[in-house]
C-alpha cells in the first residue's frame, strides 16, 4: 500500500502540471543540482523522451516510485526546451496530455472537478434530473473546443443548463486534455534558464531523435499561384462576379490578400475595383495598400480561413470543398490544380 | 439631393447633436478606449478618431456634422492608429437583428425605374411605363419593426434563459431604422476571440447545424426542436417532412426514442440535409453574423441619429417592446414638416398611419421625411 506521502506523488505523477504538483515541487527539499548529481536521472529522462518522440504515446501507468517518476517529468520538461523544436514541443504536450486523460477518465468525480478547477475551469458537477453532469460555462467550452475538429463540438449538440454545458465524463476528459495542453504549453515556456548539463544531452538526443522528426514538404510558393480562375475556390469566384455589385469591407479584404497571392500586384487589382458605379482610385487604392501591408503598421494580411469566409457569408462551398475539407481557400486552389494536371 | 435638403439635414442633426452630445458620451462604457468614427454628410467615413474626454467630443462635434456617429465594439491601447497598431484588449459582444437578415421578416418594397427618363415609381420589378429594369427600396416601418420584435424576443430569451447571461449585463437598443442591437460591455464574454464568436453566431442562428449529430437526449438542439413542435408543423408544408415531425411528435414524451428516431435519419442522407435546413431556417435568429464576429468592427454609437431615418439609436427595454411603437419613441422631434413624395406605399410610422402618396406635398413627421429624401422617394424639405 502506498503511503500518503507517495498518493501524492502519484497525483503530481499523474497529473504533473497541477496546480498541487507545482507546490510539491517548489516543497521538495533538494536542487536541481543535487538531483543531476545522480546521472541515473537525467539518463532515465532522455530515455523516456525519446520513446515518447519514437512511439507518440505513453503507457499510463505509475511506478513504484512515484517520487522518481515525478522528478523526471520535469527533467524532460527542460530537455524539451532546451531542444527548442516546436514538433518535439508538440509530441510531448500532446503525449503527455493524453497520458494525463487516460488516469482522468477513471478518477473519482470530486478530483477531476478539482483538477478542472485547478486548470481556471469554472467546471461544476451537476444533477440535473437525476443525471450527473459536469458542467462547463458555454464561453468556456468555445475556448476548449475550438481546435477539436470532430463536427459534433457544436453547443448545439449538447444540453444546456443556464449558461453551462452538460457534458458526461469523456467529453468532459476531452475538453479538459485541451486545456491540460495549455498548461503544458505554459509550463514549458516558463522555463529561462537550462542547466548546461541537460543542453548537452539535449543536444545529443537531438541527433538520436532525427529521424522521428517527420520531413514535411513544404509546399512550394508555385503550388499555389495562378492566375487561372477556374482554380479559383468558389468564394472567390463569387466576390470576382460580384465586383461591379460594390463588395463590403470583409468581402473587399478577402479578395485582395487572395489575388496579392495568386501574384496579382498592387496596380493590377486595383483596376479590378474599376467596375464598381462608385469607384473611387484614391480611396481604392489606399484600402488595398492597407491590406498589401504597404501603409500603416505594415502587416500584410493574409487570406481569411474558410471559417471566416463561413461567418462573413460568402461561402459557396462545392464539391470540392466537401470532398477534401477544404479549411483554407488556398488549400483549394492547390487541390484544384492537382485534381486538373 | 437637393441643396436645400442638404441644408435641412445638416440644421436637423446639428440641433439633435448640440443639445444631446453630454447624454450621448456618458452612455458610452470607456469611451477613451474606443476608436471612434464619424460618416460626413457628404458621405465620408472618419475612423480611428481618439475622444478621450466630453470635451474633445463637444470639438469634434463643432468641427463635423455627423450623418453617422460610429465606435468601436474593442476597447484598444491605442485606439487612434492605426489598425495593426491599436493593440486590442477586449471586445463587446453585439447582437445585431437586423429585417434584413431575417427571412421571417416582410419588409417593404419600392421599385424605381434605372431609365433615368422614366424614373417611374412602383411596386413592380420591371417598371409598368416603360418596362425598364428596376431599382429595389426598402422602406421600414412599425409593422417591419414588430416583426422583428419578435425575433428580438426570442434572442433575449436564448441570452438570458439558456445561456444564463444576466439581463444587468446587456442593453438593448433600437438600431435607429431597421432592428435592434444588443450589447454585452462586461464579463467574461468579451475575451472571446473571433473563432470563439464564429461559435456563438452559429449558435444563434443554428448554422451548420445536422440533428443526426446531437449527444444527448436532452441536447439544447433537440430540445429546441421539441419545444417549437405545434409551430413547426403548422409552418412546414413539404410531405415528407411533415411526417418526420409528427413522428418526433408521436415520441416526444420518451425523449430517449425521438434520440434513436434521429439518428436512424441518417440512412436517408436527402431527407436529413432537407430537415436539417429546415431547422436552421425555422429556428435559428437571424443576426448580422460580420458584427457579432469581426473584432474590428464599428457600431452606431447609442443615442446617436440615424442618418438616413433620422431616428435615435435608444435603449428600449425587451419586456415591453409590445406596449410601445419603437420608432414613435425614436424621433428626436414632434415637429412636422413639409415634403414632396414621389411614391410611397401606405406605411406606420410612430404609431400613425401614412399614405399612399403619389406625385405630392404633404406633411410628414421630420424624421420620416428625411427618411424619404434619403431614400430618393421625397425631395423638398421646410417647414410649413
Redesign the interface.
Known amino acids: 500500500m502506498f503511503g500518503a506521502l507517495d498518493k501524492t506523488f502519484i497525483w503530481a505523477v499523474k497529473y504533473p502540471f497541477d496546480k498541487k504538483s507545482i507546490e510539491l515541487l517548489s516543497s521538495l527539499e533538494i536542487s536541481l543540482e543535487e538531483i543531476l548529481s545522480d546521472e541515473s536521472f537525467l539518463e532515465e529522462a532522455r530515455k523516456k523522451l525519446k520513446y515518447i518522440l519514437k512511439e507518440g504515446k505513453l503507457i499510463p501507468t505509475v511506478s513504484q516510485n512515484p517520487y522518481r517518476d515525478f522528478v523526471i517529468f520535469y527533467i524532460q520538461v527542460l530537455l524539451v526546451r532546451a531542444l527548442g523544436h516546436t514538433y518535439i514541443e508538440r509530441r510531448f504536450i500532446e503525449v503527455y496530455s493524453k497520458f494525463s486523460s487516460s488516469f482522468l477518465s477513471r478518477e473519482d468525480e470530486g478530483n477531476v472537478e478539482e483538477l478542472a478547477k485547478n486548470l481556471g475551469l469554472s467546471a461544476e458537477l451537476l444533477n440535473?434530473d437525476g443525471?450527473l453532469y459536469f458542467g462547463v460555462?458555454?464561453?468556456e467550452f468555445?475556448?476548449l473546443?475550438?481546435k477539436l475538429s470532430d463536427?459534433?463540438w457544436?453547443?448545439?449538440?449538447?444540453?444546456?443548463h443556464?449558461?453551462?454545458v452538460?457534458l458526461?465524463r469523456k467529453?468532459f476528459v476531452r475538453l479538459l486534455q485541451e486545456a491540460i495542453k495549455v498548461r503544458l504549453f505554459e509550463i514549458l515556456l516558463s522555463v529561462e534558464n537550462v542547466p548546461e548539463e541537460i543542453s548537452e544531452v539535449a543536444q545529443k538526443l537531438l541527433k538520436e531523435v532525427e529521424e522521428f522528426i517527420p520531413k514535411t514538404r513544404r509546399r512550394q510558393e508555385g503550388d499555389f499561384i495562378t492566375r487561372d480562375v477556374e482554380n479559383y475556390p468558389p468564394c472567390i469566384k463569387y466576390l470576382l462576379a460580384n465586383i461591379g455589385k460594390g463588395l463590403?469591407h470583409?468581402a473587399r479584404f478577402t479578395l485582395v490578400a487572395f489575388l496579392n497571392t495568386m501574384g496579382y500586384s498592387k496596380d493590377e487589382i486595383i483596376q479590378m475595383f474599376n467596375v464598381t458605379p462608385d469607384f473611387n482610385e484614391r480611396m481604392t487604392r489606399y484600402q488595398v495598400e492597407?491590406i498589401l501591408g504597404l501603409?500603416?503598421?505594415?502587416?500584410r494580411y493574409s487570406v481569411p480561413s474558410c471559417?471566416?469566409i463561413?461567418?462573413?457569408?460568402f461561402c459557396k462551398a462545392d464539391d470540392i470543398c466537401k470532398k477534401y475539407t477544404i479549411l483554407h481557400p488556398l488549400k483549394y486552389v492547390y487541390v484544384k490544380k492537382r485534381y486538373r494536371e | 439631393m437637393k441643396q436645400s435638403d442638404i441644408l435641412y439635414i445638416k440644421s436637423y442633426l446639428t440641433t439633435y447633436y448640440h443639445r444631446s452630445y453630454d447624454k450621448l458620451f456618458g452612455m458610452i462604457k470607456k469611451p477613451e478606449m474606443r476608436e471612434w468614427a464619424i460618416l460626413n454628410i457628404d458621405g465620408k467615413m472618419i475612423r480611428h478618431l481618439h475622444i478621450p474626454s466630453l470635451d474633445s467630443f463637444r470639438d469634434l462635434l463643432s468641427n463635423y456634422i455627423p450623418k453617422g456617429l460610429y465606435h468601436s465594439a474593442s476597447y484598444y491601447e491605442h485606439p487612434s492608429e492605426d489598425m495593426d497598431l491599436k493593440h486590442r484588449l477586449k471586445t463587446d459582444v453585439i447582437f445585431d437583428l437586423d429585417a434584413d437578415h431575417m427571412p421571417r421578416v416582410e419588409i417593404k418594397e419600392v421599385y424605381k425605374c434605372k431609365n433615368e427618363e422614366c424614373g417611374e415609381y412602383g411596386d413592380r420589378e420591371k417598371c409598368v411605363i416603360c418596362g425598364d429594369a428596376t431599382k429595389k427600396i426598402i422602406v421600414v416601418d412599425d409593422v417591419v419593426i414588430d416583426s422583428v420584435k419578435k425575433e428580438l424576443k426570442r434572442l433575449v430569451k436564448t441570452l438570458y434563459d439558456i445561456l444564463g447571461i444576466e439581463e444587468s449585463m446587456t442593453k438593448v437598443f433600437f438600431s435607429g431604422l431597421r432592428g435592434f442591437h444588443i450589447h454585452i460591455e462586461d464579463g467574461p464574454l468579451l475575451d472571446m476571440d473571433d473563432i470563439e464568436r464564429i461559435n456563438l453566431k452559429d449558435f444563434i442562428t443554428l448554422d451548420d447545424v445536422d440533428i443526426s449529430l446531437v449527444r444527448d437526449e436532452n441536447a439544447f438542439l433537440l430540445s429546441r426542436l421539441i419545444e417549437e413542435l405545434p409551430i413547426l408543423l403548422k409552418e412546414v408544408s413539404d410531405i415528407e417532412l411533415k411526417t418526420v415531425l409528427k413522428k418526433i411528435d408521436e415520441l416526444k414524451d420518451d425523449r430517449k426514442k425521438v434520440f434513436l428516431f434521429i439518428k436512424d435519419l441518417r440512412s436517408d442522407e436527402e431527407l436529413l440535409a432537407k430537415l436539417n435546413h429546415f431547422i436552421t431556417s425555422s429556428l435559428g435568429i437571424g443576426v448580422d453574423p460580420a458584427v457579432l464576429t469581426d473584432l474590428s468592427r464599428l457600431i452606431r454609437a447609442p443615442l446617436s441619429l440615424h442618418g438616413r431615418s433620422g431616428l435615435i439609436k435608444i435603449p428600449v427595454k425587451p419586456s415591453n417592446v409590445d406596449d410601445v411603437s419603437i420608432i414613435g419613441e425614436a424621433m428626436p422631434t414632434n415637429v412636422k414638416c413639409k415634403v414632396y413624395i414621389h411614391y410611397l406605399p401606405q406605411i406606420v410610422w410612430g404609431g400613425e398611419e401614412y399614405g399612399p402618396f403619389y406625385r405630392e406635398y404633404t406633411l410628414l413627421p421630420e424624421s420620416l421625411a428625411i427618411y424619404m429624401v434619403n431614400l430618393g422617394l421625397g425631395e423638398s424639405l421646410s417647414i410649413p
Not at chain 1, 463561413?310 to 457569408?313: C, E, F, I, M
Open positions: 440535473i443525471n460555462p458555454f464561453y468555445f475556448k473546443s475550438k463536427k459534433y457544436k453547443l448545439y449538440y449538447f444540453p444546456l443556464k449558461g453551462y452538460l458526461n467529453n463590403g470583409s492597407h501603409r500603416g503598421g505594415k502587416t471559417r471566416k463561413v461567418s462573413y457569408g
